[in-house]
């Protein structure tokens, strides 16, 4: 039997090793099975059964407070995370009472001693007993070296020093609770867009529901300036609607009878009805959000190899201190009071809170930024893949083409025959017809004034085309193959056409040609821009893989400035395509509709899904979907990855390269409780400011 399994956000999480403990502390829950806290997320998934009320028991540690559902709560500043722990300010209150009474009334007055000792204890209660209760289970963590520290700094009597590193470490805390909030702001920006209420009608009549109440078939209202609140079909009305959230397209898009919408989308102008067609919890958004959450849990290689290096670093760190604050004394004959003190600031010094922070803020920052910007990415792994990718594969049909069939061109060879006559045959004989290549040419003539024609003995020739009569006159419509004489003339242009990549039709009256239209795949107007903006990246390698024949896709090629082409290939082939690319240029990434071309998407390093707004398909097989038809998100989404790469590196490096130079101070002695907090803070905040930097990552033209 399975296990029951629920699902609660969490809010006031705030450092990686916190979560660790809450997740731990409720795995101890007698009616827990299994739990795991997404940090990123602010999110905790527990199988089994616990109540909200044991759930913040087990996070009473760090004041956590659990909903079952996300609550949209307004912004905070920095300064609001540092007022709202009013242990911070007490304590700062008593250290400031401390120092004028030190100067006042000297360092060993009772209001003196009285003062620091109760800053630290106000201030470092909390961090005490998490330390405690650590070094209890031999857990060693930024909380256990903070303890460790202030403990030392109080028995050597360096008690206005120990007050402030207690007051320093709590906004630090402050400042990596900020950093994590702003981070997630830019996804739980996504749910707090689609209404909590909605207006249907039911039995002839206007009811307002909570959206979770909404049934599939439900008559939705939507008056203009109001967001759409599930997924539908519109079955009354016209609008223009603003589809940013879901699709990133910043130009609203016209719908009307029959089109598809999505929740959280804003209905700009008219009022509409839609038909809704799936349940709130399974809408294209709420889809969207689940996945960005789960992405958010999936660890980089960089964040992975930051949280194996931290497991070493604490003790590591651990050890140094002990080695500086004994050595001397032991070895040396040195003052034992001076080197303890050097070992106590190594310890603060050697804080993790910059290197545990480092990675996944940029990584959290980075996956909200491309959600904004209509592209979902699955997770750290895939982002940071992308950043390194050599070589990029396309699918032809629905990717650099726009996936339907349309007329490009025509010719009439008889100068009795207007283009209204011509078009008004071949759409009355086609339209008998259930070819793709009919389609095209019936939508050509909707924007022609033609005659209706009536149809006898139609007949449709396998292969070859249609034949049918019209006032006594038979007229052919199909393939050139279907034509046993043909001029060469016509020959020379059919000919020309194909080498184009056109897939030719003729015309004839009475056998006679009388005209043709050149039918094509169209490409996409920005998929030129793309290629251009790709190979401007760096890109090595660029290949068309298409099923589609070597002259068409010779011509795709050439007009949009991909590098190579295969032609004639089916699914297994793809696949097969993409292992050799692999071999000869190291990563590649693949991109396609997210359907047929599953097996390339798999197989590449990273598979990108496009036009993916309200695909189940495309959302479930790809790493990376561009939720809009819109292949310029493509180069903005490898400018982030590497962006993205390069600011890890960065944060990296200033979190140890700070944290060196401030341990290259013991040599000389010259290392302070003062300048380890403020080195371990000022590391914090830089690679904290560094990774927010990409919240403000958006595309360009």
């Not at 007698?30 to 913040?56: C, D, M, P, R, Y």
């Amino acid at each position: 039997m399975a296990s029951e399994e629920q699902s609660f956000y969490v809010q006031g999480m705030s450092c990686a090793n916190c979560a660790k403990t809450f997740e731990n502390n409720v795995k101890e829950i007698s009616t827990v099975k299994n739990a795991e806290v997404n940090f990123g997320a602010s999110k905790i998934k527990v199988e089994g059964s616990a109540s909200i009320e044991q759930l913040e028991k087990a996070g009473s540690f760090e004041n956590l407070k659990v909903t079952q559902e996300y609550e949209n709560t307004p912004q905070k500043s920095f300064l609001d995370y540092v007022k709202e722990n009013g242990n911070v300010v007490g304590s700062f209150i008593l250290l400031v009472t401390g120092l004028i009474s030190h100067f006042q009334l000297g360092t060993d007055h009772s209001l003196t001693l009285g003062a620091f000792i109760a800053s630290i204890v106000v201030g470092g209660h909390q961090l005490f007993l998490t330390g405690f209760r650590n070094l209890v289970r031999l857990r060693f963590d930024m909380n256990t070296l903070m303890t460790i520290a202030v403990i030392g700094a109080a028995l050597i009597g360096e008690w206005i020093e120990g007050a402030a590193v207690v007051i320093l470490f709590a906004i630090s805390e402050a400042l990596e609770s900020y950093s994590m909030d702003q981070a997630r702001n830019s996804i739980q920006s996504l749910m707090g867009i689609a209404p909590k209420t909605a207006n249907v009608i039911r039995n002839g009549e206007k009811q307002e529901v909570n959206v979770e109440d909404i049934q599939i078939n439900d008559v939705v209202m939507i008056k203009p300036g109001e967001k759409i609140p599930v997924d539908g079909v519109v079955v009354k009305g016209e609008t223009s609607i603003n589809q940013a959230a879901i699709t990133g397209e910043s130009v609203p898009v016209y719908k009307a009878l029959d089109d598809e919408v999505f929740a959280g989308t804003l209905n700009e102008e008219g009022y509409l009805e839609v038909r809704t067609t799936k349940l709130v919890k399974d809408t294209t958004l709420a889809k969207i959000i689940h996945l960005v959450e789960e992405a958010q849990n999936e660890k980089a290689p960089a964040q992975q190899f930051v949280d194996r290096f931290a497991a070493y670093y604490t003790p590591l760190i651990m050890l140094i201190a002990l080695g500086v604050a004994i050595v001397p004394p032991v070895f040396f004959g040195l003052n034992f009071e001076t080197w303890l003190y050097q070992g106590l600031a190594v310890l603060v010094v050697g804080c993790p809170c910059a290197l545990v922070v480092s990675t996944p803020v940029a990584i959290v920052t980075a996956i909200g930024s491309a959600a904004r910007n209509g592209v979902l990415v699955k997770g750290g792994a895939y982002l940071e893949s992308l950043g390194h990718i050599k070589a990029i594969a396309f699918d032809k049909t629905g990717t650099i083409t726009q996936g339907k069939p349309v007329v490009q061109s025509y010719r009439i060879f008889d100068e009795s025959i207007q283009k209204e006559e011509f078009f008004g045959i071949a759409s009355a004989l086609e339209s008998q017809s259930q070819h793709p290549l009919a389609k095209a040419i019936i939508d050509f003539t909707e924007s022609l004034t033609i005659k209706q024609y009536d149809i006898n003995d139609f007949q449709s020739i396998t292969g070859k085309g249609i034949t049918g009569s019209i006032n006594g006159e038979t007229y052919k419509v199909g393939s050139p193959s279907m034509f046993d004489s043909v001029s060469p003339y016509i020959s020379d242009e059919v000919e020309t056409l194909q080498e184009e990549g056109h897939t030719v039709v003729l015309m004839s009256q009475n056998d006679k040609v009388i005209g043709l239209i050149a039918i094509a795949d169209a490409v996409r107007d920005v998929s030129k821009n793309m290629i251009n903006k790709i190979h401007g990246l760096g890109m090595k390698q660029s290949v068309l893989l298409t099923g589609d024949n070597e002259k068409t896709a010779r011509s795709i090629s050439n007009q949009v400035g991909v590098k190579s082409f295969l032609a004639n290939l089916l699914p297994k082939d793809k696949q097969t395509q993409i292992k050799q690319l692999h071999d000869e240029h190291g990563r590649v990434a693949m991109i396609g509709d997210g359907v047929n071309d599953a097996p390339a998407l798999a197989t590449a390093d990273v598979g990108i899904a496009m036009g993916s707004a309200g695909t189940d398909t495309a959302l479930e097989t790809a790493d990376i979907a561009l939720m809009g038809d819109d292949l310029e998100k493509l180069p903005f989404t490898v400018r982030l990855s590497r962006r993205t790469l390069n600011i890890i590196k960065q944060n990296i490096a200033f979190a140890l390269g700070l944290k060196v130079l401030a341990l290259l101070l013991v040599i000389p002695g010259w290392l302070t409780l003062w300048i380890a907090i403020l080195a371990d803070m000022g590391a914090t905040l830089l690679v904290t400011l560094n990774a927010l930097r990409l919240i403000r990552s958006k595309e360009t033209n």
